[in-house]
């Protein structure tokens, strides 16, 4: 018999996410125990409820860069090696109570050097706080592995060096790279030479582009960066017309991420709340699904769109009618999009995502 599709069954299902930023997912208890211990006292609240609640709301504004702006508080915090480590675990524990099997957690090195830290011991001590949250998961009967991206901030001007500091660390589970921030006003291609080092060094990459900037930015980011895939990318719509009677008109660029196959990491919650899309039912991932866009479904900032991957599939679930074979679907784009070597994809879907979606369908 099939299980039916909710928010209390779809973390039984194997879920693969491609974009969780690792400073836009702590617990607010845990910003608040961390805040105490580095002396810092810009917290807006110092009750777990409330602050939760205050991130939300500020992250509601409308705009990519208010949006931001509440990042600071979690920066401030996490500026310490015993910091970074228990952050990177508990989100491990988090997406891997949540039914993640397969998950890239992204975010910008040099944000965490306030207090002195360097690149590479904050590369080091983030990768030692997955591979403990690895093993939490583990003993509590949860497989999930982690892969890393690191970010270069599109407002400063050190990509070509994070770009290098994420070939350094290939070898240790670091899958790639992203530029992450602002985007009006910063074009991708200000990081020509850090995208042209990484394809020089057959390295992965993927590019914030066509969240707060329309098309030109997704143009850039495939044409003069060479992306792989689009962070969120839902501006692609406005390169398709829909016509009164259905009929549907792709434009050459749209027709270009369709023909190959660029996966768009789109993250709805996130977007109502930054005003990329006006409201779940009018969100383009609905087009683009339909459309056979290959299509993954993301959380964004769990903390600041109190979000989860099951909750972003609920709300799916509930709006579009999706069930469990539209959800394996958005799974193995996911997973087949995923930077990980064509072998271990494949025995991630083979082995976890199938049977666990055959279980459920029944
Ligand atoms: O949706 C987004 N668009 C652009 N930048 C973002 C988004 N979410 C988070 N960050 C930025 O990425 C940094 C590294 O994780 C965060 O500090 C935040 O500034
Ligand atoms: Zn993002």
Not at 41 to 52: I, N
Not at 310 to 320: G, I, N, R
Request: glycine share 8%.
């Amino acid at each position: 018999m099939s299980t039916p599709v909710s928010l209390d069954t779809i973390p039984l299902a194997p879920k693969v996410l491609l974009h969780d930023h690792l400073d836009g997912g702590l617990r607010p208890q845990t910003v608040i125990d961390l805040a105490r211990a580095a002396g810092y006292d810009q917290l807006p609240s110092e009750r777990a409820d409330e602050l939760g609640e205050w991130f939300i709301a500020s992250a509601d504004s409308g705009s990519l860069e208010r949006y931001l702006e509440t990042f600071s508080h979690t920066v401030a915090v996490m500026q310490t090696h015993e910091a970074l480590v228990r952050v990177a675990a508990e989100c491990v524990e988090d997406l891997a109570a949540d039914g993640v099997v397969y998950a890239e957690v992204r975010y910008a090195p040099e944000l965490f050097q306030e207090r002195g830290l360097t690149l590479d011991e904050i590369v080091c001590a983030v990768q030692d706080g997955f591979r403990e949250g690895e093993r939490r998961a583990a003993e509590v009967g949860k497989s999930i592995r982690i892969g890393t991206l690191l970010c270069a901030m599109r407002q400063n001007a050190r990509s070509a060096e994070i770009a290098e500091l994420a070939v350094r660390y290939r070898d240790v589970e670091v899958v790639g790279f992203d530029i992450a921030g602002p985007e009006a006003g910063f074009p991708p291609t200000r990081n020509l030479d850090a995208f042209e080092y990484l394809r020089q060094q057959n390295a992965h990459f993927t590019v914030h582009a066509g969240e707060a900037f329309g098309l030109p930015s997704i143009w850039e980011a495939l044409q003069h960066c060479g992306t792989e895939r689009l962070g969120h990318g839902v501006r692609i719509v406005d390169d398709i017309k829909v016509d009164d009677n259905g009929g549907v008109q792709l434009g050459r660029l749209a027709s270009y991420v369709r023909d190959r196959r660029i996966p768009l990491e789109m993250c709805p919650s996130s977007n109502l709340q930054t005003g990329a899309a006006p409201s779940i039912a009018e969100h383009p991932v609905g087009l683009l699904a339909d459309l056979r866009f290959r299509v993954t479904v993301n959380t964004d900032n769990r903390l600041m769109s109190h979000c989860s991957l099951s909750s972003e599939f609920a709300v799916l679930h509930e709006t579009f009618g999706y069930g469990w074979t539209d959800l394996q679907w958005f799974t193995v784009n996911a997973m087949k999009s995923s930077f990980l070597g064509f072998d271990e994809r494949l025995e991630i879907i083979n082995n976890l995502i199938k049977p666990g979606y055959a279980s459920l369908i029944g």
